[in-house]
């Protein structure tokens, strides 16, 4: 889904589609499908305030950039979010199922670092 049509979608919305994406490659149960919905929910909804919050203080500071402390702060709390959320991705998920949504994590993660060098680079 193209970038922008993404950014339409309502926090369900998004959380509706990754869930069922998650259920196609990880053959998901109704209870785990209903599990991760509302985790993704949960995550979307996190990600959509903090976007907004950072927005509202990007125009208010106009020109002038956050504090490297600032920067840590936000860094800590995301990755202390990573790590419960994949805690309970642990939990409701089988050891195999687990295993292959650690490994299609870890791709998204190379093709998203692959296509911010190719940004960078003007290819």
């Known amino acids: 889904m193209h970038h922008q049509q993404h950014n339409d979608l309502t926090a369900e919305q998004r959380a509706t589609l990754q869930t069922k994406?998650?259920?196609?490659?990880?053959?998901?149960?109704?209870?785990?499908?209903?599990?991760?919905?509302k985790l993704k929910l949960e995550q979307e909804e996190l990600r959509q305030s903090k976007r907004t919050e950072m927005k509202a203080k990007r125009e208010a500071n106009d020109e002038k950039r956050i504090s490297a402390e600032e920067r840590y702060e936000h860094e800590v709390e995301r990755?202390?979010?990573?790590?419960?959320?994949?805690?309970?991705?642990?939990?409701?998920?089988?050891?195999?199922?687990?295993?292959?949504?650690?490994?299609?994590?870890?791709?998204k993660k190379k093709k998203s670092r692959s296509r911010k060098h190719n940004r960078r680079m003007g290819r």
Not at 21 to 37: E, G
Not at 81 to 101: C, D, G, R, T, V
């Open 79 to 107: 990755l202390d979010h990573m790590i419960a959320f994949k805690a309970e991705m642990k939990s409701i998920l089988n050891q195999s199922q687990y295993e292959k949504w650690e490994r299609i994590q870890l791709h």
């Open 21 to 37: 994406h998650l259920t196609l490659a990880l053959d998901l149960t109704d209870s785990q499908q209903k599990k991760v919905q």
